[in-house]
Nanobody, 121 residues
Framework: QPQLVESGGGLVQPGGSLRLACAAS??????IGWFRQAPGKEREGVSC????????EYADSVKGRFTISRDKAKNTVYLQMNTLKPEDTGVYYC????????????????WGQGTQVTVSS
């Protein structure tokens, strides 16, 4: 099973950028999703990428600002986040599944521990 490790979170001002990474030695065998959870809110899907990187999806709230990509050689999936807004604040999780795909939590079996993103001036 994949041991998912997220990194790249931090504190950034509105309008700034961050790049999150999700790494695991067997990542190439899985579809990967990024989710986020703000305090007091449900965990929501942000973006996902298929095993072959041929298909990506984005939540409407991040379209045009976030980009998901996969580096097969590094067994890492990235989430480039630009033009960050305060409402992007939350814990960001990556998730993996061999067959499930999309922006629904139930599509993924394996989850990382999360990385905190805070957008504030």
């Amino acid at each position: 099973q994949p041991q998912l490790v997220e990194s790249g979170g931090g504190l950034v001002q509105p309008g700034g950028s961050l790049r999150l990474a999700c790494a695991a030695s067997t990542l190439r065998y899985y579809h990967i999703g990024w989710f986020r959870q703000a305090p007091g809110k449900e965990r929501e899907g942000v973006s996902c990428i298929s095993k072959d990187s041929g298909t990506t999806e984005y939540a409407d709230s991040v379209k045009g600002r976030f980009t998901i990509s996969r580096d097969k050689a590094k067994n890492t999936v990235y989430l480039q986040m630009n033009t960050l807004k305060p409402e992007d604040t939350g814990v960001y999780y990556c998730a993996a599944d061999a067959t499930g795909f999309g922006l629904e939590r139930g599509s993924y079996y394996y989850w990382g521990q999360g990385t905190q993103v805070t957008v504030s001036s």
